[in-house]
């Protein structure tokens, strides 16, 4: 069992909007703004999306964006494409000793 | 540019031992919070270890007393030594440079152990 809870699938039509969520604690994700999201295609290793909650890496699109309230962050993806469907994970850190914790995973659909 | 190539996976039967090897490039390792992380088939991330640059360690609790992560500065490589291994400890293991300051965060490609009889 994971310790920050995603939904296990999502999905949504080309253009729209979907928003994955993932809800921990007051040590986690309630305690930090470290939280960060990944994406990662069949056989390939995660791709840093967002970090420290809502920043972008160099060259992800800006229709990906991060947010956090109290213990439950937020990954809304905008103008849905088809390279958008993949495996989504969310991740917090979680202090020196427990340094990182992670979700189940989030499938996102592009129908 | 940054890479981080990670090696010696494989089948190992339980109760085995491997040494995962993470070599570095771009950058020094002994600088930077490097860790492992592994995703068992089907299933998602989890944290196992991390090597701050002051040395100290810290592991997950699944791990601990079983795995040692390690570096060999005059190589510039990352080290997992997995003892007592269980069927459990299948996944794919990813070597991380991980973000602190104006380091940004890196992955390797992963190398896959499996733990089976």
């Known amino acids: 069992q994971s310790a920050l809870t995603q939904p296990r699938s999502v999905s949504g039509s080309p253009g729209q909007s979907v928003t994955i969520s993932c809800t921990g604690t007051?040590?986690?994700?309630?305690?930090?703004?470290?939280v960060s999201w990944y994406q990662q295609h069949p056989g390939k290793a995660p791709t840093l999306m967002i970090y420290?909650?809502?920043q972008r890496p160099s060259g992800v699109p800006d229709r990906f964006s991060g947010s956090k309230s109290g213990n439950t962050a937020s990954l809304t993806i905008s103008g849905l494409q088809a390279e958008d469907e993949a495996d989504y994970h969310c991740?917090?850190?979680?202090?020196?000793?427990?340094?990182?914790?992670f979700g189940g995973g989030t499938k996102l659909t592009v129908l | 540019e940054v890479q981080l190539v990670e090696s010696g996976g494989g089948l190992i039967q339980p109760g085995g031992s491997l040494r995962l090897s993470c070599a570095a490039s771009?950058?020094?390792?002994?600088?930077?919070?490097m860790g492992w992380i592994r995703q068992a088939p089907g299933k998602g991330l989890d944290w196992v270890s991390i090597?701050?640059?002051?040395?100290?360690?810290s592991y997950a609790d699944s791990v601990k007393g079983r795995f040692t992560i390690s570096r060999d500065n005059s190589r510039n490589t990352l080290y997992l030594q997995m003892n007592s291994l269980r069927d459990d400890d299948t996944a794919v293991y990813y070597c991380v440079r991980e973000r602190s300051g104006q380091i940004d965060e890196e992955w390797g490609r992963g190398t896959l152990v499996i733990a089976s009889s």
């Open positions: 991740c917090s850190h979680a202090g020196r000793n427990t340094y990182r914790v």
């Open positions: 420290d909650v809502s």
């Open positions: 090597i701050y640059s002051d040395d100290t360690t």
């Open positions: 771009g950058f020094i390792v002994s600088s930077c919070r």
């Open positions: 007051s040590s986690d994700v309630g305690g930090y703004n470290y």
